[in-house]
């Protein structure tokens, strides 16, 4: 009786051991920035929270779904990429719904660096939630967090010096690069991260700026190549961001852009994402409303076909393996689309 027991209990602890690995879910805040990743060993990382105000309700109610879905009743971490209103604005309420443990950001906030308006009051709501458990972060940190990995790429102006996953090569896309003048926006300040679990690795840097990105790419490609990118800027807006030099060399398999119905994604930052070698997908949290049919991707990879405010705000979803290979859902549809490991 004793040996059948524990047959019965090894047997169960093999079925319940977990099949999951990386979750990542880009929440749609409507043009703003929220993504929640979940590590294979539960630890949880809410990467910027939406915007404040009337938005503020909206996009916590998201996050919390998001949140849910995953199988969480709260998130470890907030990082907050920079002070714009769209990445930090959300902050009280998602901590509200999320309950955050430690938060993450690129230090104090500098007003010489132009920002959205209602900076100091986002702020100081900011620091009043995160007050003692407030961690600045530098390129070159990394995060505890489980079995995956985290490694802050740029913060406050600067980027990582020594290569990271395999870069440092030199990358042939430097050499016809177009170059701009160095960002005098808090974008310029925005900390991101790499993220990776074993084969899989996921690029968000938040807002960061065209001539932060060619310092991460140029004269060597200090990233490597990436399996996801989220398109940064919510999609190269205004072509502040989305430097070809980086997106070509770090030639991510699939790129997700967290656009607004008018935000982001516009006419050369799609084609950008076309030229890169061996692309496998783009999907988008919405409909590109100023670009037509040739500059969106296909409907069905598409989260959000409405304007705001009807927006559902449906979510994509990526479910990564160690091996490298994942699978991107549209919460839409519930259409998916696997990835082989290569
Ligand atoms: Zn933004
Ligand atoms: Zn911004």
Redesign the pocket.
């Known amino acids: 009786m004793k040996t059948l027991c524990f047959v019965l209990s090894a047997s169960l602890v093999l079925v319940q051991a977990p099949a999951r690995g990386l979750r990542i879910t880009v929440i749609d805040v409507e043009g703003g ?1 929220a993504t929640l990743v979940v590590s294979p060993s539960g630890q949880s990382m809410l990467i910027d929270s939406g915007s404040p105000g009337d938005a503020a309700k909206r996009d916590s109610a998201r996050i919390a779904d998001a949140m849910h879905a995953a199988g969480l009743s709260k998130i470890d971490y907030l990082f907050t ?7 930090v604005g959300g902050a009280p309420a998602a901590n509200a719904v999320a309950h955050f443990d430690r938060f993450f950001d690129h230090g104090e906030m500098d007003p010489k660096w132009e ?2 308006r209602g900076i100091e009051e986002r702020y100081a709501a900011y620091v009043e939630i995160a007050k003692g458990k407030r961690t600045i972060v530098k390129p070159g940190d990394t995060i505890p967090f489980g079995d995956a990995r985290i490694d802050v790429v740029a913060s406050n102006g600067a980027v990582i010096s020594k290569a990271i996953n395999g870069g440092g090569q030199t990358n042939p896309f430097c050499k016809d690069a177009d170059i701009k003048p160095p960002n005098t ?3 310029s300040q ?1 900390a991101g991260v790499l993220i990776s679990y074993r084969r899989f690795t996921f690029l968000d840097v ?2 960061l700026t065209w001539d932060k990105e060619m310092a991460l790419a140029c004269p060597t490609n200090k990233l490597g190549r990436v399996s996801l990118l989220l398109a940064t ?1 919510h999609g190269f ?1 205004n072509d502040q961001s989305g430097a070809g030099a980086l997106l070509w060399a770090i030639q991510p398999r699939v790129v997700i852009a967290n656009n607004g119905p008018r935000k982001g994604l516009g006419v050369p930052a799609f084609e950008r994402i076309q030229k890169i070698n061996n692309l496998e997908g783009l999907w988008q949290s919405h409909l590109a409303l100023a670009s037509d049919k040739d500059h969106n991707t296909s409907d069905d990879m598409i989260a959000n076909l409405d304007a705001s405010p009807d927006c559902q705000g449906h979510a994509i979803v990526v479910d990564a393996k160690a091996d490298g290979s994942f699978l991107v859902t549209n919460t839409r549809n519930n259409v998916s689309k696997p990835y082989r490991a290569r």
Do not use: S
Request: cysteine-free; glycine content about 16%; charged content about 20%.
């Open positions: 920035g990429t920079h002070y714009d209103g769209d990445h920002q959205n926006t808090e974008n925005t938040g807002d800027h807006f």
